[in-house]
């Protein structure tokens, strides 16, 4: 049975309340009530209180996207609230709720700092269409985002994605488990941090993320359905929802992996890789954490590649986002030539895979170091030890690792598709083992 939402959305399909939060202030219980839970009902959460001293200190929190303060309260004043939170320097949109109907008390109202005003007996359907329309003015709320600019649970996004739970975060966006409402299935929603969306290098660069992830179409990458705005500020990203887990979480838990598995699953990255490769774009950031491993029971350990935020697009239009000399990357991960600011290709990634196949056969990384400085002159100067040094049982696998590894990338495996051809002969040299 299909079940739809309250609509959020008037006939222009600008949005109206998507879950607005409402400090509701009101000493008569049984009026505060009705207002609570109509209001509920029209898909705002509400929080109710019913003296001065409860709503003073709610007030300072900057929690809420719009106040409803009565007049008369038995400990204080609504107005005196009202002017304190102001002269606070308070910016939430205030209105007003009181049984005092004179034009000389309105303007009073209105002078302390209220953005509106209602009289008792009023009609609740006359409530809501002012709170709307004092959100539709204010600064502070944007379409579900919180006062910070960030999104919450119940946000509303395109139109048909709604939030459901954060499962994820970065330094540049925040990533939510959400629901296409028209196709009733999960997927993932990835929005750029609120207070980044004025800085236009990074803007760009999410930007350059939707545009990488769409040139790319393999089962072993994570599939992009939709991308936008929110409100024309915020830009968004919808990809496909992978119940499972990362294969930095899988490590956390039994390292080193059985020998099988870890070429079942980098056999699979590899074909990503490779179809990333063909379509222009170098990952640059290939890690444990951005290779997830789909729960399925038809295709033990499926593979898809993720997180495509610092990739590089190697011919067609792409503007440089990054700053000169600015190494891009984890550093555990790195590449020499990232390390040495010179031009990129597919190798880099490579490289990459190469480290994170020692670290699933072994358990550890090739290389470590007590500073990142330290680290560096590893990855461009020292040979990585062989695997087998920690495991002798896969020696076999160690001259696989060594040419993934190599330091001069003339030296390297020349593609993604040349290391998956290798690692599938060791698949098929490795059948009896478990």
């Keep these: 049975m299909i079940s739809f939402r309250p609509q959020l959305f008037d006939a222009q399909g600008a949005h109206t309340v998507a879950m607005a939060r409402v400090l509701l202030v009101e000493d008569y219980e049984d009026i505060g009530l009705i207002v609570r839970d109509y209001l509920q009902a029209s898909e705002y959460t509400v929080e ?3 003296t001065a001293s409860d709503a003073r200190s709610k007030m300072a929190s900057n929690r809420y996207d719009v106040i409803i303060l009565d007049w008369d309260l038995p ?24 049984g005092r109907s004179a034009l000389e008390e309105k303007e009073t109202g209105l002078n302390a700092g209220a953005d509106d005003y209602i009289t008792k007996p009023f009609a609740l359907r006359e409530l809501t269409a002012r709170l709307k329309a004092m959100l539709r003015r204010s600064t502070t709320y944007t379409a579900g985002l919180d006062s910070g600019g960030e999104p919450r649970p119940g946000m509303l996004v395109g139109g048909k994605y709604r939030l459901d739970e954060q499962i994820g975060e970065g330094g540049m966006s925040v990533v939510w488990r959400a629901t296409d409402l028209s196709m009733e299935r999960s997927v993932v929603v990835k929005l750029m941090r609120g207070y980044l969306a004025q800085d236009d290098r990074t803007m760009k660069r999410f930007e350059q993320e939707c545009r990488v992830m769409a040139k790319i179409n393999n089962p072993n990458v994570v599939m992009v359905f939709d991308a936008g705005m929110i409100d024309g500020k915020l830009p968004f990203l919808v990809m496909e929802y992978v119940k499972g887990s990362s294969l930095r979480e899988l ?26 490769h063909e379509a222009g774009v170098i990952h640059r950031d290939l890690k444990p954490d ?3 491993l789909q729960e399925d029971l038809n295709r033990p350990d499926a593979a898809k590649i993720v997180d495509f935020g610092i990739a590089l697009l190697t011919h067609g239009a792409c503007e440089r986002v990054t700053r000169d000399g600015m190494v891009i990357g984890t550093m555990e991960y790195i590449s020499p030539e990232q390390l040495d600011d010179v031009p990129l290709d ?23 170091a007590s500073s990142p400085e330290a680290l560096m002159l590893k990855h461009l100067r020292e040979m990585a030890p062989l695997p087998s040094i920690k495991r002798p049982e896969v020696a076999c696998l160690d001259e696989i690792v060594s040419k993934a590894l190599e330091k001069n990338r003339e030296w390297r495996y020349e593609s993604a ?7 599938e002969r060791a698949l098929l040299d490795l059948k009896d083992w478990n």
């Design 417 to 423: 598709a040349a290391l998956r051809s290798d690692l």
């Design 290 to 292: 951005n290779i997830l």
């Design 75 to 98: 400990d204080g004043s609504g107005l005196e609230l009202c002017r304190e939170f102001r002269d606070r320097g308070g910016i939430t949109p205030i209105l007003l709720m009181t």
């Design 251 to 276: 490590l956390s838990h039994r390292s080193p992996l059985p020998v099988y598995q870890t070429l079942r699953i980098l056999i699979q990255v590899c074909r990503g890789l490779h179809a990333a």
């Design 346 to 368: 597919g190798r880099a990634d490579v490289y990459a895979l190469g480290v994170v196949l020692y670290e699933m056969l072994s358990g550890q990384l090739p290389f470590t």
């Design 48 to 50: 109710f209180l019913k």
